[in-house]
């Protein structure tokens, strides 16, 4: 078994992680485990990239930012290739919403015990084309979800957000302080089941997961393996009506709101008119419309608890 842990080289917990390394060495001691560490942002990717040659497993350490990078370097390195190794994750990041939808602790302990299982289940990716920041079309691939519209300022605002608040407040805080000066953008949305909508937009979010910003369900129906993507499209909705409904938010209920649709898809073309709206995949800041998204599924095995498996 040849398992690359990929970490995030800033982590606050890297004393500790570097100690389960070691605790990972004395579980698996027929392993050959390798640990690369990062120290520069975006470099995950080509590290997952070249990783992906001689790797069964690659673990990302960190949050949903990282396994989005090993996920990109794991499926640029040949999504047409049958032998691309398993993915698996130690959550330590602000939000860790990949981990909530998948039932995962996140921890060394569980992945020691899904690694000496070999449970895992093939999941869908998200793929999605937009406009980089020198105006050039470029891709990534997504596992949990991508956004258009307020969720990239927020993520932006997150990011300059003291981490002296923690990590369960950053995003709250940082929403909250979005909605204060956010305009809504008008936006076209078109998608292969029948969706035809041009108006004001203030997100849209397309996801295979069911949480984003640190546990908000904003997609309760999706599914991880279904081929589609599942669509939360919220037109110009007010703060107050934002924070009302903070509680079914977490609780993972349906929105009844005039301004709020769901919908399901496996391609989307989304059009700006006048400005452009920003975008952003598992909590990572991308670029601007336009956008096109799609699914690839099955994209990916993924080690996650034995009830998922079935």
């Known amino acids: 078994m040849r398992i690359t842990l990929l970490i995030k080289g800033d982590l ?6 570097r100690g389960d390394t070691s605790r990972l060495r004395q579980a698996l ?65 602000t939000a860790n919403d990949y981990a909530r939808t998948l039932g995962l602790h996140g921890d060394m302990a569980e992945l020691i015990e899904l690694l000496k299982l070999g449970n895992c289940r093939r ?10 920041a020198a ?3 470029a891709q990534r691939y997504f596992l949990n979800a ?26 709250p805080v940082a929403i909250a302080r979005t909605f204060l000066t956010y305009q809504p953008k008008v936006l076209t949305v078109r998608s292969d089941t029948g969706l035809c909508w041009r108006g004001s937009t203030l997100a849209l979010v397309a996801a295979n997961g069911r949480y984003f910003g640190s546990g908000l369900c904003i997609t309760p129906q999706a599914r991880i393996d279904d081929g589609e993507l599942s669509l939360t499209l919220v037109g110009d909705a007010s703060t107050a009506d934002f924070l009302r409904h903070l509680g079914p938010l977490r609780r993972g209920e349906l929105i009844r709101h005039s301004a709020v649709q769901y919908h399901r898809a496996r391609q989307l073309d989304i059009e700006h008119h006048d400005e452009a709206a920003a975008v952003e995949a598992d909590g990572e800041p991308l670029g601007t419309t336009p956008v096109t998204m799609d699914t690839v599924p099955g994209a990916i095995n993924f080690l996650c608890p034995p009830a998922l498996t079935a």
Do not use: F, W
Request: some cysteine; charged content about 20%; aromatic content about 4%.
């Open 12 to 17: 606050h917990h890297l004393e500790q992680v």
């Open 29 to 93: 001691p027929e392993a050959r485990i390798t640990a690369l560490e990062s120290h520069q942002a975006g470099s995950i990717v080509g590290l997952a990239q070249r990783a992906c040659e001689d790797s069964d497993y690659l673990v990302a350490v960190g949050g949903d930012g990282t396994l989005h990078e090993v996920l990109n370097g794991c499926l640029q390195h040949g999504l047409a290739r049958q032998a691309l190794p398993a993915l698996g994750l130690i959550a330590h990041g």
């Open 135 to 137: 105006g050039k079309q």
């Open 123 to 132: 999941v869908d990716a998200g793929r999605i084309r937009y406009r980089d």
């Open 146 to 171: 991508a956004e258009i519209g307020i969720g990239a300022a927020v993520v932006s605002n997150m990011k300059a957000t003291p981490g002296v608040l923690g990590r369960y407040l950053r995003y």
